[in-house]
T-cell receptor, first 115, second 114 residues
């Protein structure tokens, strides 16, 4: 079956530090990969996505590259800000046997950035 | 503005009661989804619907029911059969079933059993 394994948190960084949140996956077929961000008390917002191998998704200074050879989609940011404090979810999307796409989520990584 | 509206934001349920969470989208999306999120965990799929008058069970459908009478609406009923309903519920939608299409989420509804 499909699964996503995320780096366990919580992660605490100082402002302007470099961020990496690891994400690896197992999937049948050719999934699309996503990073979602959830701020306290809110729903999830799409941060970035990649739909095929070697694609790089980027948004708001965050980047992730779809690595088929290592089945990974690690999230990186060169210089984090306090406003980046949130929970980050890695997810994969595939067409299910019923032809309806479903997302499989990782367990989430809590990031706290200190000033 | 286009988006997904969930209501209520907070809901309290007594033991043995059914409650219905509303989800409306004006994005003209065909597919809609309900997820459950428990503290410190990822999201789990409850039900999904690809088109009007059709829906399928997700991974944790027991104790829940849905309907899809209109394209823009996908209400979720949490029945008394759901043994542990306290959670954060997220409604979502996407243009269609293609794996590259983005899924958009509502703001969520907090359900607490008292």
């Amino acid at each position: 079956g499909n699964s996503v394994t995320q780096m366990e948190g919580p992660v605490t960084l100082s402002e302007e530090a470099f961020l990496t949140i690891n994400c690896t996956y197992t999937a049948t077929g050719y999934p699309s990969l996503f990073w979602y961000v959830q701020y306290p008390g809110e729903g999830l917002q799409l941060l970035l996505k990649a739909t095929k191998a070697d694609d790089k998704g980027s948004n708001k200074g965050f980047e992730a590259t779809y690595r088929k050879e290592t089945t990974s989609f690690h999230l990186e940011k060169g210089s984090v800000q306090v406003s980046d404090s949130a929970v980050y979810f890695c997810a994969l999307g595939v067409i299910s046997s019923g032809s309806a796409r479903q997302l499989t989520f990782g367990s989430g990584t809590q990031l706290t950035v200190l000033p | 503005d286009g988006g997904i509206t969930q209501s209520p934001k907070y809901l309290f349920r007594k033991e043995g009661q059914n409650v219905t969470l509303s989800c409306e989208q004006n994005l003209n999306h065909d597919a809609m989804y309900w997820y459950r999120q428990d503290p410190g965990q990822g999201l789990r799929l409850i039900y999904y619907s690809q088109i009007v008058n059709d829906f399928q069970k997700g991974d944790i459908a027991e104790g829940y029911s849905v309907s899809r009478e209109k394209k823009e609406s996908f209400p979720l009923t949490v029945t008394s059969a759901q043994k542990n309903p306290t959670a954060f519920y997220l409604c979502a939608s996407s243009i269609g079933a293609d794996s590259g299409n983005t899924i958009y989420f509502g703001e969520g509804s907090w359900l607490t059993v008292v």
